[in-house]
């Protein structure tokens, strides 16, 4: 049985221009790792309709589970929640649930439920609502598309309530050797390594310090006993305790 | 006259499983950003042939450059130039300008230019080396196509030998004001000035502290001048010192 895969798309000028450093995508990867749902791909892409069209149609039809980050706000850069609708080809407004939730959040003082407020009720007809514990403002499910919010803090909230709903995989685990060999003496019997252990993933990630060059070999697989085989013979092969 | 425009592809299976933060996004944005040249779309994909010959050759013909990070190391899951050769459909083979380069790493001690090493030497027909101070193993442009080390030490340093030979575009400036309003307040009239300045790519980032909700602005472009009037538009409306 193999893992469900899985694409993230990441939309914001902001990540491209270089503004803002992106976080997200390295916490969704080591979350999917965990429940054994393989991220095969990411995306960056501007805030611009049809690439944000273009981008989740080419994804949801080719994984198993899409999920988004950015561009779920009250402004005018805001354009994911409609251009995912224009994707699926469905309707998008206020829905009542989600106007409800944000309801809550402003009770009366000096913030109040504005038209710029409403528009992050705006949710695609046939679309689940992703609760947000910390802004309210909902994220949604529709088809095999998670839309999630860009802030880090929510997006992460959002995962944490969506994550048990989805099936997983076979985790994946992984064992590291390191050596204080260059990667190019590792290279040529690793590869030997890889071949006998063709359902694993090997890496090797050369490093370099004040003591020279070295490499640190991972290995990468649902079944730990072979994990362990392979690191195993990483160790006898390169001479390491 | 519009920037040229820029995709990036970082080919890993340890930045999709959470392994490893990439870091070259984030300084590949910032360094194109100075340069005026606009970087479009950004994908990760795993260390699988076809994945990544389909990247190279959708990017490649939607986008002025493209830059790729990852994969051209001495190991067997080093398969970057290979496809990138085959995305050309072009042989790839040892150089005799790219051995002689690595050749002078290895003048005997204990490494030596090994056949994993002499992997490091394949370079597609056509292609241009770019040059690699700290480790050697050099990078090379095919076509439109950039090809770099995903370490990000040596990514960096390619770059800086890299870019100074593309051709440059109006540099974006940009401008911020802070304002200690919540987001879906400025919502209204910052999309009332983002109409008035169509020209200009105006983001709106949230922020939260102790003292409650606020918001970011981020007017960019390339007329100077043009920034700063809406920077002083929105400062007046939101009535900012």
């Known amino acids: 049985m193999t893992n469900p895969t899985a694409a993230m798309l990441v939309i914001g000028d902001e990540i491209l221009s270089g503004r803002t450093r992106d976080a997200n995508m390295y ?29 989740v149609n080419g994804l949801r039809s080719k994984f198993d589970h899409v999920f988004t980050s950015g561009g779920i706000g009250p402004t005018h850069d805001d354009i994911t929640a409609d251009n995912v609708a224009a994707a699926f080809g469905v309707p998008i407004g206020p829905r009542q649930d989600a106007i409800d939730i944000l309801a809550t959040n402003y009770p009366g003082g000096h913030t109040e439920l504005n038209a710029a407020r409403m528009r992050m009720t705006r949710i695609p007809e046939g679309a689940v609502l992703i609760d947000n514990p910390i802004s309210k403002a909902p994220g949604f499910t529709i088809g095999n598309v998670h839309v999630m919010a860009g802030v880090p803090k929510i997006f992460e909230v959002m995962l944490d309530g969506l994550l048990p709903k989805l099936t997983g995989g076979d985790p994946v685990v992984s064992e590291s050797v390191r050596l204080n ?33 070295g490499t640190n070999i991972v290995m990468r697989g649902t079944r730990a006993s072979l994990v362990a085989e392979a690191a195993e013979k990483v160790r006898e092969t390169f001479d390491v305790d």
Chains 1, 2 share one sequence.
């Open 27 to 55: 916490h969704l990867a080591g979350r999917l790792t965990e429940m054994g749902i393989d991220l095969k791909e990411v995306r960056v892409v501007s805030d611009d309709a049809s690439e944000i069209v273009d981008a």
């Open 181 to 213: 060999i260059p990667e190019g003496d590792v290279a040529g019997p690793l590869g030997l390594i890889a071949d006998a252990f063709p359902t694993l993933s090997i890496g090797s990630y050369p490093f370099s310090n004040s003591e020279g060059y």
